[in-house]
């Protein structure tokens, strides 16, 4: 890991003339700064052809070091001795030039910042400050990022031992140019300073920043646009490993004395490959965006994945393949970090800083042989415990939960050396499946639970089917966490309404929960909803199978199996139908209920999609999804009680509205309904117009919408009688904020606008052009479908559209409605990150459902040229190869249209 390389000034002599030219010219840094350039370059372009032909990601980062080095080496060798020459220099004179942080270590991203130490003996002189300055101003004349510091020796001795940001910079301390025995004396002087110190507030303080910058950066590990520097399991994770192994052992290089002595060979096996991977994907990364960047956005992903040689196998594209891979290094570097802090705990250097742990009594033995605590947290007396009775791997986290205890990192480490011993057996058998489902079904904190029995892979042994989705990706943006991430969520999710903690957003479910008579049905229904994702017959067909053979070898009875595959096969369908049909029509209700079949179901139904669509990301659930799935679940419920799923009032919220415009005989109203936004369960303005019917009315509405920057994410419309109907639009600004709520003027004008466009007679309103889409945004590749069915409802024909989201689209698509004479009874508007799937009920301007014919194929024809309208370039000028995003967890009810009927329309 060492392998040091130093730059000498040999280059400089090999440009002797020009650099001469230069310390002639009226103003050398304009003269030299292009030579510093140019070195730069020649190095870099000789890192990146290595990077290109297959080189290590840390040998990579070498050379782009290296590349750094001889560039200023050559600048400092110009400044020093050319421009600002000292003959005979004092002691006082005498200055270094010193790289710092990561480039002290010698590793560098192509476009990473320099930091560097300017190195006096005592107070500074007008010559130090005449090197610096000028050296720092050609720096900065090429555009690098530079952070940089001038001290003294003894002012960096007495910051270090105060200030844990200047001793970790100084730890990885290496002379680049100027007086090297200055370097080494302060080289030295820390060393022996760091040896003696206690190393346990080094030790902490980079613990708590570690967690600061997890924080700061996401704390989830598997987010689907992750942070490779500074994300958990990210390069600067091992950093930590790093500063710490050298501040316990500062004169050895990368503290490999430490690594050693600390970490297993398997374990620093792991180290190097984390190390080599992260860097590797960093580099390709600044490369691909010609700039420092550190998230792994969408954008740069199928790139990236290009550059390192991936490609797409089966089903899985190259992209989704890379990312399982990031996933899984990053998983490594979790565990990593585990053991290392088991390690330094029990050798007594990792400082606890909490009272609990500083005065917890000593080791206590529990009831389970071998099981006992430390400190406060659930311990083994070692991985002997688990070969001798393998169950106990299971057992250990049923304790954990139970005990409501962390688990400590020696157990961690435990388990982690024994996972050979999950096998056929241990799968099958009775006490350990029992464990485990205490852990699921009956827990008190399954997410935090089963999230360690994921981190530490007992969870993907024990359950194959769950291991085949681990740091498994979905190309698209509707996701934020890797798979697993998403279920052990929405488990999690499914206890916070069982103990009432989410009353607020979920009170329908968080009522009926409780009269659901299977709850272990329902929690291995979700645990197992999604391990179908990636299968050749579909994520619903091949999820029902895995989740058959997961139960059988749990021992699960045969009528509580036949419930579990069924949620597994109908997990979508009530999120579906809520919204992208019309629930206030009958017809779809029966359907609905047929499909179902009993109240058990729906009430299971109604938990898990609620649990499902809030796990997908922050903001996706709001409380107009969860309207929609409740005006669903009523209806049903209430045929099942055998009610009249016609007496639920589509009107319901919006009276007021319609008393005023009945009474008014008013062209139109409009109103906002703020409620629940304000606590942030809707992330949505909500805005409401009642009108007289007529042709173009929506076309015209969404159309203002559009033109005054509302983006629309959920629409309905229908009659509500005496020739009034009821247009209903959720809207957000550009930055996904409720419409309206840090500008009111702009909602004040956007209802002013929209009461003339629902007038009688209003002017044609123009569909804005749509703006130039974000480099993330055109990175997916949407495939538009069309689909009419004539056959669901009885007086209308259901027009699905599925393609690419952008500002407009519902503008656009019903403007080519209304131009071909259709009359757009209901409509249903649903967004799924980059892809828009709306639905519309249509009739003939006489009310009549259409017919097929030409009318319909002109029809399909014009909503695709909608569909199909060509990108704006991308915003920030990029050139963008767009790959196709994955839809294999968006169900659009028009492909299983199609494949029940062959064909669509």
Not at 35 to 44: F, K, S, T
Not at 60 to 84: K, M, N
Not at 302 to 318: I, L, S, T
Request: with cysteine; aromatic share 6%.
């Amino acid at each position: 890991m060492s392998d040091r390389r130093r730059a000498t000034p040999t280059t400089a002599a090999a440009v002797a003339d020009a650099w001469a030219a230069a310390a002639r010219a009226a103003d050398p840094r304009v003269v030299v700064a292009p030579l510093v350039g140019e070195l730069l370059a020649a190095g870099r372009d000789r890192a990146t052809r290595r990077l290109e032909a297959g080189g290590d990601g840390v040998e990579v980062a070498r050379l782009y070091a290296q590349a750094a080095d001889e560039a200023l080496s050559a600048l400092w060798h110009f400044a020093a001795d050319g421009l600002f020459p000292a003959a005979n220099p004092t002691q006082a004179e005498r200055l270094s030039l010193l790289a710092v942080g990561g480039y002290g270590r010698g590793v560098l991203a192509p476009f990473s910042d320099l930091d560097l130490l300017f190195l006096r003996p005592w107070k500074t002189t007008p010559r130090a400050e005449q090197v610096t300055e000028f050296v720092l101003y050609v720096l900065w004349d090429l555009g690098l990022k530079v952070g940089s510091a001038a001290r003294s020796v003894d002012e960096c001795l007495k910051l270090a031992k105060s200030d844990m940001t200047v001793r970790t910079a100084l730890l990885e301390a290496r002379p680049l140019a100027g007086d090297a025995a200055l370097a080494e004396e302060m080289i030295g002087r820390f060393r022996v300073q760091v040896r003696k110190a206690d190393p346990r507030p080094f030790i902490a303080a980079k613990l708590a920043e570690r967690d600061a910058r997890h924080e700061k950066a996401g704390a989830v590990r598997n987010r689907v646009e992750p942070n490779v520097k500074d994300g958990k399991g990210g390069l600067r994770d091992l950093n930590v490993l790093f500063w710490i192994a050298r501040g316990l052992s500062p004169e050895s290089p990368d503290g490999e004395a430490t690594l050693a002595d600390i970490l297993t060979s398997r374990e620093r096996r792991l180290f190097a490959e984390a190390f080599d991977f992260l860097w590797r994907v960093r580099h390709h990364m600044h490369l691909t965006a010609g700039r420092a960047v550190e998230s792994l956005t969408f954008d740069l992903q199928p790139e990236v994945a290009r550059r390192m040689g991936w490609r797409g196998r089966g089903d899985e594209p190259a992209v989704e393949r890379f990312m399982r891979r990031y996933f899984i290094v990053a998983g490594d570097v979790g565990a990593l970090t585990r053991a290392f802090s088991a390690q330094l705990e029990a050798r007594g250097q990792k400082a606890t800083m909490t009272l609990s742990r500083l005065f917890a009594p000593r080791p206590k033995k529990l009831a389970t042989e071998g099981f006992l605590t430390v400190g406060g947290r659930l311990s083994v007396t070692g991985a002997e415990v688990f070969a001798a009775d393998p169950v106990k791997l299971l057992d250990l986290f049923r304790v954990m939960d139970a005990e409501d205890l962390d688990l400590h990192p020696d157990a961690f480490a435990a388990v982690s050396r024994s996972l050979h011993l999950v096998t056929p057996q241990l799968r099958r058998n009775p006490e350990a499946a029992r464990a485990f489902l205490d852990v699921l079904a009956r827990g008190q904190r399954p997410y935090r639970v089963l999230s360690v029995m994921n981190a530490v892979g007992l969870l993907g042994r024990f359950l194959p089917e769950w291991g085949r989705i681990v740091g498994q990706t979905q190309f698209n943006m509707y996701h934020a966490y890797t798979v697993d991430e998403h279920t052990l969520q929405a488990v999690g999710i499914i206890n916070d309404i069982q103990r009432g903690k989410l009353k607020d957003d979920h009170p329908l479910a968080s009522e009926i929960v409780h009269r659901i008579a299977d709850p272990e049905a329902l929690m291995l229904g979700m645990l197992l909803h999604d391990v179908g994702k990636g299968g050749d017959r579909g994520q619903l067909e091949d999820g029902a199978i895995a989740a058959r053979r997961a139960c059988q070898r749990l021992g699960v009875d045969a009528r509580r199996i036949e419930l579990v595959c069924w949620l597994v096969a109908n997990h979508l369908a009530l999120s579906d139908v809520a919204q992208k049909r019309d629930v206030s029509d009958p017809a779809t209700v029966r359907a609905f209920a047929e499909r179902v079949g009993d109240p058990e179901r729906l009430r299971m139904l109604l938990v898990l999609t609620a649990a499902d669509v809030r796990a997908v990301g922050p903001g996706v659930f709001n409380s107009w999804k969860g309207g929609l799935m409740r005006d669903l679940f009523l209806r049903v419920d209430a045929l099942f009680r055998g009610e009249d799923a016609d007496e639920l009032d589509p009107t319901e919220g919006f009276e007021a509205l319609l008393e005023r415009a009945q009474a008014e005989g008013a062209a139109a109203d409009a109103v906002v309904d703020w409620e629940g936004d304000r606590h942030g369960g809707r992330a949505t303005t909500r805005v409401a117009v009642a009108a007289p019917d007529r042709p173009r009315l929506f076309a015209d509405l969404a159309a203002v919408l559009a033109a005054e920057g509302a983006d629309v994410v959920g629409a309905r419309i229908g009659s509500v009688g005496d020739g009034l109907t009821l247009d209903v639009f959720e809207v957000q600004d550009g930055a996904a904020r409720p419409y309206g709520q840090d500008e009111p003027r702009r909602l004040s004008r956007l209802l002013e606008r929209l009461t003339g466009a629902a007038g009688t007679k209003p002017a044609r309103q123009a569909v804005p052009p749509a703006a130039a889409p974000s480099a993330r945004r055109a990175t997916f590749e949407v495939r538009p479908v069309v689909m009419i069915d004539l056959e669901t409802v009885d007086d209308a024909a259901v027009v699905e559209v599925s393609g690419p989201d952008r500002p407009g689209l519902l503008a656009a698509l019903a403007g080519a409605l209304a131009d071909g004479g259709w009359q757009v009874r209901s409509a249903h508007v649903a967004g799924f990150g980059e892809r828009a799937v709306d639905a519309f009920y249509l009739t003939d301007r006489d009310g009549a459902k259409p017919k097929p014919g030409k009318r319909l194929d002109a029809l399909r024809d014009a909503l695709t040229t909608v569909l199909e309208a060509a990108p704006a370039p991308v915003a920030d000028g990029r050139r963008i190869t767009p790959v196709r995003a994955s839809t294999r967890d968006v169900s659009d009810l028009s492909r299983a249209t199609v494949s029940r009927r062959g064909k669509a329309g």
